[in-house]
Structure formats: C-alpha cells, structure tokens
C-alpha cells in the first residue's frame, strides 16, 4: 500500500470548483492505480470546509482534510503553502494534485519551493510507475510535453477545462479531519491587504455561458458596441484578441488567449477573428464555436463548428435585430 | 532603486508550429526569437520605475550565446547593464533554472547593491512552468506576488511597493508587501515602447556579463514534445452576411443559450 493521493479543493460559492473536481477526477485515478487512499484537502476556512464536505459524496474521498488555523484565509498563498507541506510531511503522499489556475499553479510552486522538489504545471495525464511520466501543456496547450517528473512526492497541477468529471458514486460523504498547523510570521507576510471589484458591472467574462469576442475586424473601440449589444440580449460578455487589447480598443482585463483568459463558455461568438494559435488556446474549450469573418479560409475556420461569411458589422446586428424580432413576436 | 529583470530567450511561432522530426524540439530554422509578452512588460516596467524613482536596471537570462539578442533588446528600450548564464541551449527545468539564477543574484548582490526588486513574467511563453519567480524568492527569503497588472512603488523610505492583479470571479485584489521583494507580472501591466534607433545602437556597444553556472538535476525531465491531436473541424456554414441570422438564432436556441 502506497501514501495517500491528496487533492486541493478549493471552494467557490461554498462547493468545490470545476477546476477542483477535475484535479480531484485524477487524483482519484492515481489513488484507484496505486490501491492508495483519497484524501481532500480543504483550501478554505475550517467552518467553510466542514460546510463543503457534503458536495465530496460520491467522488471517493475517504478523508477530507479542514486546516485549523485562525489567521489562514485563502489570502495567504505562502501561509497555504506551508501548511500543505506540513501535511505532505506528516502523511508522506506519493502525489499532491492541484488545479493548473492562475492560484492553483502559484499555490503548487509555493509548495514545490518549500519542499525543494519539483512541480509540473498543468497536467493532462499522468502515469505512475517506477518513474512517474506525465504530458503536460506547454505554450499554452498549443503543444503537449511528455515528461518524466522523479520525486519522492509528485507535486503537480491538472490543467483546467481538459478533464471529464466523472459521475458521483456511491462513496459516502467523506470524514473529516480538522489539522492544526503551525505558521510563522513570515508564511503570513504576503496576503491581499486590499480589494476593489470590477471597474465594469455585469457578467465576468470568465463565468459567461455566451462570450462574444472581437478581433482586428472589428476595427476600433466603438466597433464593439455591435458587439455588446448582442452578449447583453444573450445574458452574456464580451472579449478580445491580444490585437485588440494592445491596440486599445478594450481593456488588457477582456483578452482571451495564451497572456490572457481561457474560457470555456457553452458558445463563443469570434467576430472578426482570424485566429492566432495565441487566441486559439484562451478559447478552444468552448464548447460550441461560432466564428462570424470575411475569410471563409481564416485559421479561426480550422477550430469553428459554425461560420457565417460576412463582414461582422452587417452579421452581428442582424442576429440581435432577429433575437429582439423572436422575444416580440413571444411577448 | 535598484531593479532586476530575468527573461528567457523563446521562438516567436506565429501562426503554426513545427516541430523537429524527432520531436525533442520545435523546428526554429525559420523563425526569430524574442521573449513572451508577460516578460517584455516587466523589461518595461523596470524602466520606468526607474526612470521615476531613481537607480539602475539589469537584465539577466539563462540560456544559449545567442540570448545575448533578448538581453541586447532590453538595453535598447532603457535598461542599464545585462548578464547572461550561458547554456548549451537545451532548456533547463524550473528546479535547476531557479538555482542557478539565485547562485547568480547571490554574486550579484555581493558584488554591488543588493536589488530592491526582482521581476519576472508571470509564466515562460514555452514551457509555462509558472514556478521560477517564486522559487527564487523562496530561497531569497523574499515576498512574492504573481499576475501582478498594477505595481506602484510606496513613498521614499516606506520600503514597500503594492501590487495589483485581478481576483479570481472578477474585480482586483492588493497586496503590499516589503522591498525587497519578488513580482511577478502579466502583460496589461503596461504598454511597452519600441527601442529607438540609438538605443539599439547604445546597447549594441555595451558589455554583457558572463558567467556558466553547471546545472543540476531538477527532477522535470522532457521525453518528447507533441502537438495536439485536434480534430480536423470543417466549420459548418450557416450562410453568408445578414442573411444568415435565422439561422444563428436557430442555433443559439438548440444550443439552449437563447432567452434566458
């Protein structure tokens, strides 16, 4: 019998977020492969995470693990850190596995710097073995690395959106087991002194079900105006190429891409996009795409499920004009 | 203040990468290099920390002779002085890189004034490992924030500097941390000049520092790369102009993003 699988779960809205589910879909694998217990650990407030046990039924977790310390928030990335790796001391794990986000991936190397061992960001698969072999996203998920990663305890991030969650079983809602830690000022040093919420209302472009994006077609900053009256109508928001956000025209916050965000909405609108592999990756996990341009041979056609050939200035207003005919003609 | 920025020497792929035929790397015979965007705005906010607060600036990379390029690229928009830890060329993992750049800002500081601030880009644009930053402040005992898109310098003599970046769900979250300290930034943070023609011209003159660091076993070991398996969509044609608007509202309400 081997160490345990630890799995990062961290909390939004009180429940694990995807991103944690999918990390916790492979940290289940290696558990299952290496006959090795499945253990939760909560990244949040001890009330939070007794709160949030109840959502780890049915994924196999034997025991979910609260971190009991009074100043630790989930603002304190290094506080977090060392008290992940006094577990990864106590419970000796043959992996710890993370979600490959902006926090997640921060989080994991913070614990990789402490513990002196290697870290793989954004995972895809892992295969243990005498040496564990991994593939793993680089240039942003334009190309895939096969890698060997050999440490004692493997260290490593899932990449987001690349995952099946599996269905829940019938595994019962897990233990929990509160863990003291002990921290030191300097793990509580860096922690965010201050927050101000967005300068702009409305639907963060990560969350959107719907995202319409703009490219250099659309040609200027009051361009989009076409294009944010038809994400209002659809509930949803809109984004950018980097030409966009460098030209200007939008803020750098609405880039989707390798420097920016990566969506995964259930549709994505591209609207005089041609397709740089750079805005490619920040996109390809929509699950449908529509890209509306010009160019019926745009590499942006090479990953669309639909098209529409036209100029998005006369395209985009006649599909708002026809959802506003629709709603009429429901009213 | 005295700033360091580390960068590292990539290809610039455009539009589609090739690989070599065995795989172990990408096919870079027709392609220039540079660094990622993340890294160019750190070269950009040091100079104009700099430029408003005072000091000097450097420049350090890790990798082939010919890095000497993105080191002579930072020279030209305004940075001071350049030092290059010269590789083979093939590419070191984030265990080994980290050291040997802390090894060199260990000799750095020794041999001068030790550096108020460290920057870096949040991720390399070809291996993203999103780790080297933080494992260097780590063995430095240095605070360190990532993604950071906003960084002010805090009133002479406060010794602090707060750092912006976007919270997760939306809005922005700050940190204020003591100098000396370890950033981390993103493209956005802001919007980096073109070199002028005698700056390429004053930096093309100037030293670089050398050293060779040996490199140690990190643990991350590349077998192969590969490009993903994408399957060959031909995008279906809902037609063409405005006409084709029933049609995108037809999909749109099968899709069930309609009316919500």
């Known amino acids: ?331 | 203040m005295n700033i360091l920025v580390c960068v590292k020497r990539v290809p610039a792929t455009g539009g589609r990468i090739v690989l070599t035929p065995d795989g172990s790397d990408i096919d870079v015979r027709f392609l220039g290099f540079t660094v990622s965007p993340h890294e160019e705005c750190a070269v950009e906010e040091a100079v104009r920390i700099v430029e408003a607060h005072g000091g000097s600036s450097s420049v350090l990379t890790l990798g082939p002779v010919a890095a000497e390029e993105q080191l002579r690229d930072a020279m030209a928009i305004g940075i001071d002085r350049a030092v290059l830890l010269e590789t083979d060329g093939h590419d070191w993992d984030p265990v080994a890189t980290a050291e040997a750049i802390v090894e060199a800002i260990r000799a750095q500081e020794a041999a001068g004034d030790p550096f108020d601030l460290i920057l870096f880009g949040n991720e390399s644009a070809d291996s993203g490992g999103f780790q080297v930053g933080i494992r260097v402040a780590f063995a430095l005992h240095r605070p360190c924030v990532t993604g950071v898109k906003a960084l002010r310098i805090g009133d002479a003599g406060t010794r602090t500097a707060t750092a912006r970046r976007e919270a997760p769900g939306g809005g922005w979250e700050s940190f204020e941390v003591t100098l000396p300290a370890v950033i981390s930034v993103k493209e956005g943070i802001n919007l980096p000049r073109y070199p002028s023609v005698p700056g390429r011209l004053r930096a093309k003159k100037k030293d670089i520092e050398r050293s060779t660091p040996a490199e140690r076993p990190g643990g991350l070991e590349k077998i192969v790369l590969r490009l993903p398996q994408r399957e060959a969509t031909v995008a279906e044609v809902l037609g063409q102009g405005a006409d084709a608007a029933p049609a995108v509202v037809d999909l749109l309400a099968r899709i069930g993003v309609l009316g919500r």
């Open chain 1, 1 to 331: 019998m081997s160490g345990p699988i630890l799995a990062l779960i961290s909390l939004a809205g009180g429940v694990p977020d995807r991103g944690s589910l999918e990390a916790l879909s492979v940290a289940r694998g290696l558990a299952v492969a290496g006959d090795a217990a499945l253990e939760a650990v909560l990244v949040a407030d001890a009330p939070a995470a007794r709160a949030a046990v109840g959502s780890l039924a049915g994924s196999g977790v034997t025991t979910a693990i609260a971190i009991e310390h009074e100043t630790l928030t989930t603002d304190h990335p290094d506080g977090w850190a060392a008290a992940i790796a006094q577990l990864v001391e106590r419970r000796a794990p043959d992996a710890v596995v993370g979600v490959g986000t902006e926090r997640g991936n921060d989080l994991m190397a913070r614990v990789g710097a402490r513990l002196s061992w290697p870290m793989a960001a954004n995972c895809l698969t892992v295969e243990p073995g005498e040496r564990w072999r991994l593939t793993r996203q680089r240039w942003a998920g334009s190309m895939i690395e096969e890698c060997w990663l050999d440490a004692p305890v493997r260290l490593l991030t899932v990449a987001p959106n690349t995952v099946a969650i599996p269905a829940p079983d019938g595994s019962a809602v897990p233990a929990v087991e509160p863990v003291s830690v002990t921290l030191v000022d300097a793990d509580l040093a860096v922690h965010v002194t201050s927050r101000e919420a967005s300068e702009r209302g409305g639907i963060s472009l990560g969350d959107a079900k719907v995202v319409v994006g703009g490219g250099r077609g659309v040609g200027s900053g009051e361009g989009f105006s076409d294009l944010e009256e038809l994400a209002g109508l659809l509930g949803g928001a809109v984004g950018g190429s980097r030409v966009v956000t460098s030209a200007g025209w939008r803020p750098h916050a609405d880039q989707i891409g390798q420097t920016g965000l990566r969506i995964a909405p259930d549709i994505y609108i591209a609207c005089g996009i041609s397709g740089a592999i750079q805005h490619i990756v920040g996109c390809k996990a929509a699950k449908h795409i529509l890209a509306i341009n010009t160019d019926a041979e745009a590499p942006i056609m090479g990953v669309a499920d639909y098209a529409v050939i036209g100029d998005l200035h006369t395209v985009v207003p006649a599909i708002s004009a026809e959802i506003r005919r629709r709603a009429a003609v429901r009213a």
